[in-house]
């Protein structure tokens, strides 16, 4: 499967949406969206200035996946498998639509985000307390059951 198709792909389920949903929603023929899913068509520019407008991508993004325009510097490292290579776009979608003044605080948040899923898993202080009085409590609950059915015993 090729650039445009896996986006393609991304972005109906993305959305929630089918193939002729899509179709109808962009102005597209439905076999248009189903050859370059299933057989890696590359339609004409206008069809793909349609879908780009409809997905909210830019039409030189949809342009670069068509193979019409190379790829940009430093865009993906060789050897970067498909599905990276759709989360990175989905990304860097999100992240064009964030103003420019939160911009930074974004980045920073997602490097927070790095350094918290390096970090060991801690146990929590009190954390084994609360198992062992749980398992105890069972205990006391049987004790219990035990007591009233010797309390029922003896007034019978």
């Known amino acids: 499967m090729n650039d445009l198709a896996n986006w393609l792909r991304g972005e109906l389920q993305r959305r929630g949406l089918t193939q002729g949903q899509a179709a109808v929603y962009a102005g597209v023929g439905q076999a248009t969206i189903s050859d370059m899913l299933n ?18 991508t830019r039409r030189d993004e949809v342009l670069r996946l068509a193979g019409h325009l190379p790829s940009a510097t430093g865009d993906t490292p060789a050897g970067t498998s498909s599905e990276d290579k759709a989360l990175i776009r989905e990304l860097l ?9 939160w911009k930074a605080v974004a980045i920073e948040q997602v490097a927070q985000f790095r350094r918290l899923a390096e970090l060991r898993p801690v146990r929590l202080i009190g954390e084994e307390e609360e198992t062992e009085a749980q398992g105890s409590g069972d205990a006391g609950e049987e004790e219990d059951e035990q007591d009233t059915a010797r309390d029922a015993a003896h007034a019978a």
């Not at 057989?39 to 909210?56: I, M, N, Q, S």
């Not at 979608?93 to 003044?101: G, L, M, N, S, W």
């Open 39 to 56: 057989k890696g068509h590359v339609p004409k520019v206008e069809t793909l200035f349609r879908l780009a407008d409809f997905f909210e």
């Open 93 to 101: 979608a999100e992240f064009r639509r964030v103003p420019d003044e």
